[in-house]
DNA sequence: CTATAAATAGAAATCATTTCTATTTACATT
DNA sequence: AATGTAAATAGAAATGATTTCTATTTATAG
């Protein structure tokens, strides 16, 4: 916890209690989140948070490397916690129980430079979604 | 365009008049396309397409694999022609004019059994976005 | 030519996300 | 510890892309 509020501070962000619990809530899961189940797990916990102050909350995180952004192939948007943060690191995400895990390998230099070379251009951004099972629900067929 | 008006005959689809526009505007394009500006091109052409008929049938020409799907930064839905529907690739994105690039080339089983033997995952799908500058645009510092 | 399943239009609904504004709060600086 | 100020927040409302629904039309198999 004192690592993010060291980030945020770095970034000049105040720390409110809002920030301190939505980043509490992620130190707990190892899962993505979405906007409103976060409203209503920080409502269980007796701190009601208007959706928009979540988002807004989720995009500073995000902007502050400390959450990264899941945009879902059901056009949601999700967050997850960024363990380490300043590595290159892509997201592998399971399909059946939201857990999100780090991947620190990425041989991306390689197909960037093939496409420099083979279409002339600048590759500016990339990024990679990969989805499957993760070990504990490979092995339970259902859910 | 008889490529994949077969395509569509393979998959059942009715050859109407609404997907062969839509087709042959493709055809005409190398960018991606929005929903909303294909009715406005369909429209300028003198023929009136609802939105939600757009959206089907770039729906279903995704499903038969004549089109990609983009799903834009901007968090809209963008098509694009797939020029070599059946070879695994991955499309590089000009940031500044939308035009839309095949890449016959991933190294992702790599990172694929990467990760299925450090987590004991099973990958199921992946996607990689890459955006950049072509090779026009980034000759042309502003637009 | 006809039957019928598929395709379509248009209106309306949906719903995640964003915007706006008044109010409150964290915290740097006294 | 008190205070001033910019940042943070709530809540209502707006936005706008996408989807749903239903009645009507159309492509095409036989």
């Given at each position: 916890m004192e690592k993010y509020l060291a980030v945020l501070k770095e970034y000049h962000f105040k720390i409110t209690p809002r920030r301190k619990a939505v980043l509490e809530l992620f130190l707990r899961q190892k899962r993505y989140l979405g906007p409103y189940e976060i409203k209503q797990m920080l409502g269980k916990a007796s701190l009601e948070v208007g959706l928009p102050s979540i988002y807004r909350i989720l995009e500073e995180l995000e902007g502050a490397g400390i959450l990264i952004k899941i945009e879902h192939s059901s056009r949601r948007l999700y967050y997850s916690l960024c363990r380490k943060p300043h590595i290159d690191h892509h997201h592998f995400v399971c399909s059946k129980c939201n857990r999100v895990e780090e991947v620190?390998?990425?041989?991306f230099s390689e197909i960037s430079s093939f496409i420099e070379e083979k279409l002339n251009a600048k590759v500016q951004h990339h990024s990679l979604r990969i989805e499957g099972l993760c070990s504990q629900c490979r092995r339970k067929k259902s859910l």
């Open positions: 620190e390998f990425c041989n």
